[in-house]
T-cell receptor
Framework: KAGVTQTPRYLIKTRGQQVTLSCSPISGHRSVSWYQQTPGQGLQFLFEYFSETQRNKGNFPGRFSGRQFSNSRSEMNVSTLELGDSALYLC?????????????FGPGTRLTVL | GENVEQHPSTLSVQEGDSAVIKCTYSDSASNYFPWYKQELGKGPQLIIDIRSNVGEKKDQRIAVTLNKTAKHFSLHITETQPEDSAVYFCATRFNNNNDMRFGAGTRLTVKP
């Protein structure tokens, strides 16, 4: 079975731009969660989507948004990029909701904001 | 707010020794406690998890113990090998808003 894939793997943007990251979960998984990982703040939960509905949201500003498609693929969008948005963005999928089933992480997208 | 504290932040052991990493949490309703290993350039990989209805779980050289009364859980790695070197994260699901919270991570170095 193929693992969680994320595209692109690396991205460089400038302040004020917007960015869209993509995540393809493991086949059959219905839950997709997004996390931001930085050296200073560690791993922080952004949001979780399950069956195309946002089920949970972390403590991030409205510039961070996401969606999930009927095939469970998910995208997250960050608008009006700030320098502090530079991070590794990780996607994780599971069969069921977070905490009820094992989460499998993708390799991440490294976003650099200049 | 709710958080997860993880100690130590760095740990260096000799090959063959044991390593123990501890985490404490604040939400007494938490019921799921996974541990992840993250190697350089990769996403976190689940290595073991435990639910609140058991106190200990083992998988070969890895074990996790849970003390719900004290609200802490620990990862135990026995007979460490150089390939165990990585950053380890504990996590728990906070029931009030159902999101996963991670510890700050422990960088484990196993010296050959």
């Amino acid at each position: 079975k193929a693992g969680v894939t994320q595209t692109p793997r690396y991205l460089i943007k400038t302040r004020g731009q917007q960015v869209t990251l993509s995540c393809s979960p493991i086949s059959g998984h219905r839950s997709v969660s997004w996390y931001q990982q930085t050296p200073g703040q560690g791993l922080q939960f952004l949001f979780e989507y399950f069956s195309e509905t946002q089920r949970n949201k972390g403590n991030f500003p409205g510039r961070f948004s996401g969606r999930q498609f009927s095939n469970s693929r998910s995208e997250m969008n960050v608008s009006t990029l700030e320098l502090g948005d530079s991070a590794l963005y990780l996607c994780a999928s599971s069969l069921d909701l977070v905490g009820t089933d094992t989460q499998y992480f993708g390799p991440g997208t490294r976003l650099t904001v200049l | 707010g709710e958080n997860v504290e993880q100690h130590p932040s760095t740990l260096s052991v000799q090959e063959g020794d044991s390593a123990v990493i501890k985490c404490t949490y604040s939400d007494s309703a938490s019921n799921y406690f996974p541990w992840y290993k993250q190697e350089l350039g990769k996403g976190p990989q689940l290595i073991i998890d435990i639910r609140s209805n058991v106190g200990e779980k083992k998988d070969q050289r890895i074990a996790v113990t849970l003390n719900k009364t004290a609200k802490h859980f620990s990862l135990h790695i026995t007979e460490t090998q150089p390939e165990d070197s990585a950053v380890y994260f504990c996590a728990t699901r906070f029931n009030n808003n159902n999101d996963m919270r991670f510890g700050a991570g422990t960088r484990l170095t196993v010296k050959p």
